[in-house]
């Protein structure tokens, strides 16, 4: 029987493709169709080869691409198709901020990758951090005595316990010294990474190098890329799907009329995801339009670019243009311009001459400040979460297709990027549990599935309302300059209810004549400075910013503490809640969240051993009871750490005990819940020195080994005794917790209770964990 899902889109053209198949092709495991309806047109017919693929990738931007390194990472064989060129791909910016987490994933995933280059190019690419670390405020980016505040953020470090991580108004010019915190012990790290700032389409451009890195023996141009056993085809749209049920398999068609089957698509087209809406049907819950905005490109000349104070983003308020611009690099700008429809239109009130003039009022008004205008294009702001973020039929959504934010905290992106860390692993273990027949004799994607959804979507939703709040921020800070939200949509209703008596031209009319009224005053801080508005305007917006109210960079429970534990899942923050959005956590231990981060010392042995482990990025000195210097690591995502090329993806039993505590003969617990689970596991001993040990030496450390199987890393006493945890544990001396793939906590215990164990890594693996 063949149940066949088939939507068509207008066909646009591509590259073409090679006449190329993998050696491995395996199929899913069995599951079930759903009740959802499906659109049928037509049935595809094709005499043409089909070419088969464990995992179809569709869309290419920055969750496609990262989900393809992950895969790669892993030994799963891939397709990805984008639907448009690499030149368009790769060519505006969108996105730019990548938070602490994305970071700890990025460098995670780029030790596990053959190339292990990527982070490093990430790093190199972003511009220096005195260049954005600052929000600026003013009637335009130029005017530095015109400038009305300057917020300063603390990307110069990672995140830090139990600190507010908001910006510090300041109106000084000399602030290298703010947040200088390097060297003090008193704080603590939640992260061994801070947060980034790249343009999407350079950071896509990276990923997409990185995976053809990952195989020199790569055929193809840019536009077709053939790996052994992937492949990447841009200029491939998907048209149509077709779900077999007998054969449990998807045939897609492409735009060039190419055929592939695959058991499993992960859709990652975007926004609009035609995967999303056109085959699954899936709807989106939220606020569909939340502000109307058009996005400005433009370039800016080398001498022009000189006078411009360099910052992350530039909120300007004037007569001639109200907008917010973020410079994601030397001379490139991305500027955002709201407008209200129907009275506003791209069309009639955003031409080519009526942007330029935007622009340069945005840059002074100065005819020497010499630029180029690279691109115009609407969009509708929306907060929307995907109803679902599976079928049962092996189709996954992650990124844009499952979860649409507004711009303002930039979790767009780094929600994306975080589904595929969480998703990948699960496809991976599907497929190195498959048998011949290519069927995985544990897992089924209904399992996966239901999980995947069950752990990101809550995630989404916390972050969606964060969003919101951020952009209800902006519009704090626009209110500073007598600047109300509320009255274009009271002015919109008013006009709108004259629609019976007054032609459309004249309430049109009327918009933009009370509209210039409105932003009239405005002009009075470009022309006097330092007069009764500009100062009263300058007195709010410093009360407002000098508060923390104004718009934060920074979100460390958002970005380092969410937890996909269903028990003790909550809302870190209510949706009318300003307060804590940018309060640090203390590091903790329990289930659901990531095994926290503390800065743990290894062997040079460990590290031939390991040779995944990543050294901290911000070293401190060796502890006083070694007289040789080791190495310090992270015990952030130990799981990944600890792989392998033979072993890529598997979980990790940690122990961690005291060294006046610890017999080395006993047996650590990865290899028996291996056996008994059938899943990879790794272990870790992390070993925590006690006050005035004279047991440890820096001659006896290899007493403490573990084996040669085993990793045993060293912990100072002040790192263990920071992290919290669960009540039941703080008075045990020795903890066993289970890692993830993706750095999560299965189960911690005070007891190596085989059985416990078991039950909680089953949570993780199965839909009902009580199956065998």
């Known amino acids: ?146 400038m009305i505040a300057k917020v300063v953020h603390p990307v110069n470090r990672p995140l830090l316990a139990n600190r507010d991580a908001n910006g510090i108004l300041t109106n000084t010019a000399a602030d290298d010294e703010i947040f200088n915190e390097k060297g003090n012990r008193s704080f603590i790290p939640l992260s061994d990474v801070s947060v980034g700032h790249l343009a999407q389409h350079t950071f896509c451009k990276i990923l997409y190098d990185a995976v053809l890195e990952g195989c020199p023996e790569r055929q193809g141009d840019e536009s077709e890329v053939s790996l052994p056993s992937n492949k990447i085809l841009f200029g491939n749209r998907v048209v149509a799907c077709d779900w077999d049920e007998t054969t449990r398999e998807w045939t897609i068609q492409t735009n060039n009329n190419t055929f592939f089957q695959t058991p499993i698509i992960v859709a990652a087209d975007g926004a609009r995801s035609f995967l999303r809406e056109k085959v699954l049907s899936i709807p989106m819950d939220g606020q569909t339009t939340i502000q109307n905005l058009m996005n400005v490109h433009f370039r800016l000349s080398e001498q022009a670019e000189k006078k411009v104070p360099k910052a992350m983003l530039y909120t300007l308020f004037s007569n001639q243009v109200l907008a917010m611009i973020v410079r994601h690099g030397p001379g490139d700008y991305v500027m955002q311009i709201p407008y209200f429809a129907p009275y506003q239109t791209p069309e009639q009130d955003f031409s080519m001459e ?183 305007v300058k007195n709010n917006l410093h009360r407002l910013l000098g508060s923390g109210q104004g718009l934060p960079l920074l979100f460390p429970q958002h970005e380092l503490q969410f937890t996909y534990s269903e028990t003790e899942r909550k809302s870190i923050a209510s949706d009318d809640d300003f307060i804590n959005d940018t309060k640090a956590p203390s590091r903790c231990l329990s289930v659901g969240t990531l095994f926290p981060h503390m800065s743990a010392w290894a062997t040079d042995d460990t590290l031939e051993v390991f040779p995944r482990l990543a050294r901290c990025e911000s070293s401190t000195s060796v502890p006083n009871v070694f007289t040789s210097t080791l190495t310090q690591v992270s015990t952030r995502d130990l799981a990944a750490q600890l792989s392998s090329k033979q072993v890529p993806c598997s979980f990790c039993v940690v122990e961690i005990v005291f060294s006046n505590n610890l017999n ?40 403490f080994m573990g084996g040669c199987n085993t990793a045993t890393l060293f912990l100072e006493k002040e790192e263990w005794k920071s992290v919290t945890l669960p009540e039941n544990l703080r008075a045990s001396s020795t903890v066993y917790a289970i890692i993830r793939p993706d750095g999560h906590v299965a189960a911690v215990t005070s007891s190596n209770s085989r059985n416990h164990m078991i039950q909680e890594v089953r949570k993780n693996v199965y839909k009902s964990h009580e199956r065998s």
Not at 119 to 132: D, F, G, L, S
């Open 354 to 536: 009526n942007v330029k003039g935007m622009v340069k009022a945005a840059l002074g008004g100065d005819g020497n400040m010499e630029f180029e205008l690279l691109s115009i294009r609407p969009w509708t702001m929306g907060s929307l979460v995907a109803r679902d973020y599976f079928s049962e039929n092996g189709l996954f959504l992650v990124g844009d297709a499952a979860h649409v934010f507004p711009p303002a905290g930039g979790f767009g992106m780094n929600t994306g990027l975080q589904d595929v860390f969480t998703l990948a692993w699960r496809l991976a273990l599907l497929h190195m549990t498959s048998g011949t027949n290519g069927t995985s004799t544990r897992f089924t994607l209904e399992d996966f599935g239901y999980l995947y959804q069950n752990e990101r979507q809550p995630v989404a939703r916390n972050n969606a309302a964060l969003s919101v709040r951020n952009y209800q921020r902006v519009l704090g800070v626009m209110e500073s300059c007598y600047l109300n939200h509320q009255h274009p949509k009271a002015l919109i209703a008013a006009l709108d209810a004259t629609s019976p008596f007054i032609p459309f031209s004249a309430r049109k009319q009327t918009f933009k004549t009370l509209l210039q009224a409105a932003l009239l005053p405005l002009g009075q801080l470009q022309v006097a400075p330092h007069g009764f508005f500009a100062n009263r």
């Open 664 to 703: 080395i003969d006993d047996s650590l617990l990865g290899p028996e819940l291996q056996d008994s689970l059938g899943l990879p596991f790794l272990s870790v001993r992390l070993v925590v020195i006690c006050d005035n040990d004279s047991s440890i030496t820096n001659n006896s450390l290899k007493d």
């Open 1 to 146: 029987m063949i149940r066949r899902f088939r939507v068509h889109t207008s066909s646009s053209k591509g590259g073409g493709r090679r006449n190329w198949l993998p050696s491995t092709q395996r199929k899913s495991p069995s599951w079930s169709i759903g009740t959802r309806c499906f659109s049928l047109d037509a049935k595809i017919v094709s005499s043409k080869q089909q070419e088969k693929y464990p995992v179809v990738i569709v869309g290419g931007g920055p969750t496609g691409l990262f989900m393809a390194h992950m895969l790669q990472s892993y030994g799963v064989p891939f397709l990805l198709l984008e639907a448009h060129s690499p030149e368009k791909r790769f060519q505006h910016p969108q996105a730019h901020f990548l938070n602490s987490r994305s970071m700890e994933i990025l460098k995670c995933a780029s030790r596990l990758h053959p190339s292990q280059s990527m982070y490093e190019k990430i790093r190199n690419a972003m511009p220096p951090v005195e260049e954005w670390k600052s929000f600026l405020f003013g009637p335009d980016m130029t005017s530095k005595d015109k």
